[in-house]
C-alpha cells in the first residue's frame, strides 16, 4: 500500500503515453548502441547509468512546479551568460575550439546550459509581458536570444549556437512575433547570408563545402559524410539486420555510437527501420506539443512546445546531416545517441513538459 | 511605443494553438523531406551503394602462384623453389626506424648491405606494405626475434618462396635467373594485356629458360577475397581462387655433360654448345666465365656488379649465342662440301700447295699457315691438314655470292631460332652487304680470304654447332632447342616438344662421305688434332680453326710469346661422334685461346668422351685441359692460323655483330 502511494505520488506528474513513447525510443537506443558498440559491454554499461539518471532527473524535473522555474528563468539565464562571457576570456580551447571552462573542480560546457536556459527565460519575459505585447518587447526577446547565440557561435559552436537560436525562435514565434516580422527577418537573413559566410570559420565553411560536394575531401572533411551516407544506403528496403552492419561492424563509419549512430539503425534496419523511428520521434513530438497546448500559462505552453520543438529540430538535424542533406554540425540523435550530457539535458527537457502539462492549479507566490 | 494589440487569454490561446499546429505541419513536411532522402538512398540508390559498402569491405588478395621448376633430362633440379623465413618490417607500424634497426641487430646478423637494399624497397613501397631487411633466416634467429617479438613493433617473421639456382655458375647462361619486377617489365606486361597476373608477384624470369619459358614458369594468380576493417587489417576470408602453379620445365640439357663442358673451360674464356643431331636438342651450352644466378634475385652490390661488366671478361655475355667470331678454319669442310656439291671439285683433284696463294695478275701473296707448304693435297687432305692454299684457290673460283648462297644454308649469318632471348645473327658476307655497309666494291682478296673463314665473316659458336649438325646429319638441320617437355603441376604429365626442321639441305650422300671421313681424319695422325683424337674409343669427327684477333703483318710471324693476352688468337673446334651415327655436335671457343688443336678440341674430346662412355675427365688435371705442350716443331709453325692480312679492322672482343 505504502509501496503504490509512493509510486503513485512520485508517477504523479507523468505522462503515461509521452513517457511509453520515450522509453520505446530509449529502448532503440539500447538497440543501437550495443550494435554500434559491438562487444565493448563497459559502454553498454555506462549508456544504462547515463539512461538511469536521465530518467530520474526528467522524473524530479516533472515535480517542479512552473512558478519555481519561472523564478528561476532570469538566474539560470544570467548564470550562463557570465559563464559564457568567461568562456571567451578564459575559456579552454579543444580541437580549434574555446567552449569548455575549468573550474578547477570540474570542466563545464556553458553552451549546455544555454539549451534549457534560453527558451526558459524567453517564455518568462513573454509570460510577464503578455499582458501588453508590444514590438519593443520583441526585440528585446531577440536581443536576449542573439546575445548567446553570437557568443557561441564565436566559439566557434555552429551546431548549438543555431539550434539554440532555434529554440528561442520557436518561443518568439509562438509567443505571437507578428508574422511580417518573420518574413522580414527571413527575408534580411537570406541578404546577411554573404555576409555570414565571411563571418564563419574556416572550418565551418569547410563543412559546408564538403556538404555540398563530399568527394571533394574523401579522406578529410568528405570522409564521415560519404562513408554514413554509404551506410544508409547499402541499408536498402530492410537493412542488414542487427549487428551484421558492415559499415559498422568494420570500422568504416565514424562515431557512430555518438553523432551518426542514426547510420547504424539504417543501415542494419534499413528504409522500413528509419521509416519507423521517424515515426516514433512524430508520436513524441504529437504528444509533447499536446501536452504544451495543456499548460495552463503561457509561461508553461512556451517553454514546452519549445522544448518540444527543439528536441525535433535535434533529431531532423542529425538525420539530416548522417545521410547527407546537412552539414556536420556535430549533434547527436537525441535519446538515441550515447552520451551523458544530451540524454539528461532532452529528458530534462521532457521533465518540464510534462511538469508544465500536469501542474494545473495556481499556487500562491 | 504603440501597443501591438490588447488580446484577451482565449485569443493569445488561438493564437497559439494556430501556431502551434502550423509548426507541427512544417515538422510533417521535414519528416516527409527525410523520409524521401531515404526511399532516394536505400531503394533508388541501393545498388550504388550497397556496391561501395562492398568495395569498402571486400579486398582482393592476391595469390602470387609457385613457379615451375627445372630440370634436366635426367630429372636434376636446376632451378627450384624453397620456403625460408624473412625478416620484414611493416614501416606505418614501426616507430624510429634507425632505432628500430639498431635493435634488430642486436637479435640477427644485419649486414649493411641488408639495410641498404632496405632502404632502396622502402623508397619504392608503400608505407603500409612490408618490406624484407633480412631474408633466410636461421632457425636460432627466428627463435630470438618471436621471443622479443612483444617490442618490436611493426615487425614480422614470415615465410616466402624463393628461387634457387643449385649449379650455380654452371647453369647460370642456360638457365638464367629471375629479378625483381621493375618498371619496363610492368609496362612490357600491361601491353601484352598480361599485368593482372602479375598482381602479388614480385619476380619475373629476366634471362635465360626463365626468361624464354616465363609464362609456363609463373603459373596462374589465384586471389583471395577476404573482408577488411577501416584498417585494412583482413578480418575473414569469403571466398579463395587457389593459384595454379606454373608449369615445371624439362630441358635436353644433361646437368653431367654441362658440369664437364664447364669444368675442360678452367680458367679459359669461351664458349661450348653441344648438340642432340637427331633433333636438335641441345646437350650443353656453356659460356664462360659464368656467373652466379642467385645473386640476381634480390640485388648485387656496386662491387660484384662491376666484376660481372668487366670489360674484358664480362661473364654476363652469353658467348654461346652473343659472342661472334670469324670462324677460321672450321668454315673449310662446309667450303670443301660446296667444291663438291657446286662441281668445282672432285675428291680426287689435288694441287700442289707451295705455301701460298697469289690472285692471277698480282704478286701478293696469301700464305698458308705452313710456311713451305703441304706438297700435293686432295680435297681430304685439305681438311685433315687445314691446308689454306687449297682453300684460298677453291674460293676464288667459287666467287663470293657462289659461296654465300652455299653457306647460307647451313644457318651462317642468320639466328638459330634457339629458345633463348639474345642469339646474334652473326654475318654471312656478299657484294651487296658491303655495298649497304661501307659503300665500297667488293675486293677479290676478300672472296680469297672468306674462303678460310676470316675477313668479315662472323658467327657464334651456336651457328657452328648448327652447321656442324648439318653435316652430322646428312643436311637435316634442327633448331636448337633447350626445351624438351614442360609438365603440367598438377597433373604430372608430360608434354613433349616436337623437334622442328630448320631445313633440309640436298645434299650428296658421296659427297658428305669424303667430307665426313675428311673430318675423321683431322683426328687421325697427321691430322691438325691427332692430339686431341688420339686413343678415342669411337670415330671422331672434327675441323680445328683459329681466328685471328690481330692482323699480322705481311711477312711478319705470330709469337705467342710476345703477344698480349688477349690479342691471342681465339681457338675454335667443331666436332661430332661417333662420325657413322653421330649422338653429339660439339662446338668449342676459347676466347685467346691460342690453336684449335691445342686448347679447343681436347675440350671436345673430354665432352664427347663423357658423353659415349660416361668417362669423366681428371679432375685432378685441370691444367691437362689446356692445351698439352706444343711440339717445337709445331711452335714454330702455328698451325692452322693463317697469317693473311686481316680485312677491316681486327676483331677484338666478342659481343656485337658487324
Redesign the interface.
Known amino acids: 500500500m505504502l509501496a503504490e502511494r509512493l509510486f503513485k505520488r512520485l508517477t504523479a506528474h507523468l505522462d503515461p503515453v509521452l513517457v511509453g513513447l520515450l522509453g520505446l525510443l530509449l529502448l532503440v537506443s539500447l538497440v543501437a548502441v550495443w550494435s554500434a558498440s559491438a562487444g565493448n559491454s563497459d559502454k553498454f554499461v555506462a549508456h544504462l547509468v547515463n539512461i538511469a539518471v536521465a530518467l530520474t532527473a526528467m522524473l524530479l524535473a516533472s515535480h517542479i512546479p512552473p512558478q519555481r522555474l519561472m523564478q528561476f528563468a532570469p538566474l539560470a539565464y544570467a548564470v550562463g551568460l557570465v559563464l559564457l562571457v568567461a568562456v571567451a576570456l578564459f575559456g579552454e580551447v579543444v580541437n580549434g575550439a574555446r567552449r569548455w571552462l575549468d573550474l578547477g573542480v570540474t570542466r563545464i560546457q556553458p553552451s549546455e546550459l544555454m539549451r534549457l536556459a534560453v527558451p526558459l527565460l524567453l517564455a518568462w519575459y513573454l509570460h510577464q509581458k503578455q499582458e501588453s505585447l508590444r514590438s519593443v518587447d520583441f526585440a528585446v526577446a531577440l536581443g536576449l536570444l542573439a546575445l548567446p547565440v553570437v557568443l557561441i557561435l564565436r566559439q566557434p559552436d555552429l551546431g548549438t549556437s543555431l539550434l539554440i537560436a532555434a529554440s528561442g525562435f520557436f518561443v518568439i514565434y509562438l509567443g505571437g512575433l507578428s508574422l511580417k516580422l518573420i518574413a522580414a527577418a527571413a527575408a534580411l537573413a537570406a541578404a546577411a547570408a554573404p555576409f555570414a559566410w565571411h563571418m564563419l570559420h574556416d572550418y565551418q565553411r569547410q563543412r559546408i563545402l564538403t556538404m555540398l560536394d563530399p568527394s571533394s575531401d574523401p579522406l578529410g572533411a568528405g570522409y564521415h559524410i560519404i562513408q554514413s551516407t554509404i551506410a544508409v544506403g547499402s541499408g536498402g528496403l530492410t537493412g542488414k539486420g542487427w549487428m551484421a552492419g558492415t559499415q559498422t561492424h568494420l570500422d568504416f563509419l565514424p562515431e557512430r555510437s555518438t553523432d551518426f549512430i542514426f547510420a547504424v539503425l539504417a543501415e542494419e534496419f534499413g528504409l522500413i527501420g528509419n521509416l519507423l523511428l521517424l515515426a516514433l520521434y512524430a508520436a513524441i513530438v504529437y504528444r509533447g506539443l499536446t501536452l504544451a497546448a495543456r499548460a495552463p500559462t503561457l509561461f508553461g505552453r512556451l517553454l514546452a512546445a519549445a522544448l518540444v520543438l527543439t528536441f525535433f529540430i535535434y533529431a531532423f538535424v542529425n538525420m539530416g546531416m548522417v545521410s547527407g542533406i546537412l552539414p556536420v554540425v556535430g549533434v547527436p540523435l537525441p535519446l538515441v545517441s550515447y552520451g551523458g550530457t544530451s540524454m539528461v539535458t532532452v529528458l530534462l527537457g521532457f521533465g518540464i513538459v510534462m511538469s508544465v502539462a500536469t501542474h494545473k492549479k495556481l499556487v500562491k507566490t | ?7 484577451t487569454p482565449e485569443e ?2 488561438r ?3 494556430r ?2 499546429e502550423a ?2 505541419l512544417i ?2 513536411g ?2 516527409l ?3 524521401g ?3 532516394w ?3 533508388v ?2 545498388e ?3 556496391t ?3 568495395n ?2 571486400i579486398a582482393l588478395v592476391p595469390a602470387p602462384p609457385p613457379r615451375g621448376a627445372i630440370y634436366d633430362r635426367n630429372g636434376t633440379v636446376l632451378a627450384q623453389n624453397y620456403t625460408a623465413f624473412t625478416l620484414e618490417i611493416t614501416p606505418d607500424k614501426a616507430g624510429d626506424l634507425d632505432q628500430l634497426i639498431r635493435e634488430l641487430a642486436e637479435l640477427v646478423e644485419i649486414t649493411p648491405a641488408d639495410v641498404k637494399r632496405f632502404r632502396r624497397l622502402l623508397g619504392e613501397s608503400k608505407g603500409f606494405e612490408r618490406v624484407i631487411l633480412r631474408a633466410r633466416l636461421s632457425e636460432a634467429e627466428v627463435a630470438r626475434l618471436a621471443v622479443n617479438r612483444y617490442r618490436l613493433p611493426g615487425v614480422e617473421v614470415r615465410a616466402r618462396q624463393f628461387r634457387q639456382y643449385p649449379y650455380t655458375d654452371v647453369m647460370a647462361h642456360v638457365v638464367g635467373y629471375i629479378g625483381r619486377i621493375s618498371a619496363q617489365d610492368k609496362d612490357q606486361l600491361a601491353a601484352e594485356g598480361r599485368d593482372a597476373n602479375y598482381r602479388g608477384s614480385e619476380y619475373i624470369g629476366k634471362a635465360g629458360v626463365e626468361a624464354s619459358y616465363e609464362r609456363w614458369l609463373h603459373g596462374r594468380t589465384g586471389f583471395e577475397k577476404v ?5 585494412g587489417r583482413a ?1 575473414r576470408l569469403l571466398e579463395r581462387t587457389p593459384p595454379v602453379a606454373g608449369h615445371n620445365i624439362h630441358l635436353h640439357l644433361d646437368a653431367g655433360l654441362q658440369q664437364v663442358a664447364v669444368e675442360v673451360f678452367g680458367e679459359h674464356r669461351g664458349a661450348l654448345v653441344a648438340l642432340d643431331p637427331s633433333n636438335g636438342g641441345v646437350l650443353a651450352l656453356v659460356s664462360r666465365p659464368g656467373f652466379d644466378p642467385n645473386l640476381f634475385i634480390d640485388s648485387i652490390d656496386q662491387a660484384t656488379w662491376a666484376e660481372l661488366n668487366h670489360p674484358m671478361t664480362r661473364p654476363l655475355i652469353n658467348r654461346a649465342l652473343r659472342g661472334v667470331y670469324p670462324p677460321g678454319s672450321t668454315i673449310k669442310p662446309f667450303m670443301g662440301l660446296a667444291g663438291l656439291e657446286l662441281g668445282l671439285r672432285t675428291p680426287g683433284d689435288s694441287i700442289q700447295d707451295p705455301g701460298y696463294f697469289s690472285l692471277p695478275g698480282s704478286t701478293y701473296r696469301y700464305r698458308d699457315w705452313k710456311k713451305n707448304g703441304h706438297g700435293v693435297v686432295d680435297l681430304k687432305k685439305s681438311i685433315a691438314v687445314s691446308c689454306d692454299t687449297y682453300y684460298y684457290r677453291l674460293a676464288h673460283q667459287m666467287g663470293i655470292e657462289a659461296m654465300h648462297r652455299f653457306l647460307a644454308q647451313f644457318g651462317f649469318g642468320r639466328k638459330s631460332g634457339i629458345d633463348l632471348e639474345g642469339e646474334l645473327a652473326g654475318l654471312l658476307p656478299n657484294p651487296e652487304w658491303k655495298r649497304r655497309r661501307f659503300n665500297q666494291p667488293w675486293w677479290p682478296g676478300e672472296t680469297v680470304i672468306a674462303g678460310i673463314g676470316q675477313g668479315y665473316m662472323l658467327a657464334t659458336p651456336l651457328q657452328l654447332a648448327v652447321a656442324t649438325m648439318a653435316i652430322a646429319n646428312d643436311g637435316v638441320v634442327y633448331a636448337p632447342q633447350l626445351l624438351r617437355a614442360w609438365q603440367d603441376p598438377t597433373s604430372g604429365r608430360m608434354h613433349y616438344a616436337a623437334p622442328r626442321v630448320l631445313g633440309r639441305i640436298p645434299l650428296k650422300p658421296q659427297h658428305l662421305a669424303v667430307i665426313k671421313q675428311a673430318m675423321v681424319d683431322v683426328m687421325l695422325p697427321g691430322g691438325t688434332a691427332a692430339a686431341a683424337g688420339a686413343g678415342a674409343a669411337y670415330a671422331f669427327a672434327g675441323k680445328t680453326g683459329t681466328a685471328q684477333v690481330i692482323g699480322i703483318k705481311q711477312g711478319a710471324r705470330y709469337d705467342e710469346k710476345r703477344i698480349a693476352a688477349h690479342h691471342r688468337d681465339h681457338a675454335l673446334f667443331i666436332a661430332f661422334a661417333p662420325a657413322e651415327a653421330p649422338r653429339i655436335v660439339v662446338a668449342v671457343m676459347v676466347e685467346n685461346g691460342g690453336s684449335g688443336s691445342g686448347t679447343a678440341a681436347p675440350m671436345a674430346r673430354k665432352v664427347i668422351d663423357y658423353w659415349l662412355l660416361g668417362k669423366r675427365p681428371d679432375a685432378a688435371a685441370p691444367g691437362g685441359l689446356v692445351a698439352p705442350e706444343a711440339t717445337a716443331e709445331e711452335a714454330e709453325e702455328r698451325e692452322d692460323a693463317s697469317p693473311v692480312p686481316a680485312a677491316g679492322e681486327p676483331e677484338e672482343v666478342p659481343g656485337d655483330a658487324r
Do not use: C, K, P, W
Open positions: 511605443m504603440r501597443v501591438l494589440r490588447y488580446i493569445s490561446f493564437q497559439y494553438r501556431r502551434l509548426a507541427g515538422a510533417i521535414l519528416l523531406v527525410l523520409a532522402r531515404f526511399f538512398l536505400q531503394v540508390q541501393f550504388r551503394y550497397h561501395l559498402a562492398e569498402n569491405r573482408e577488411t576493417d577501416a584498417g578480418v
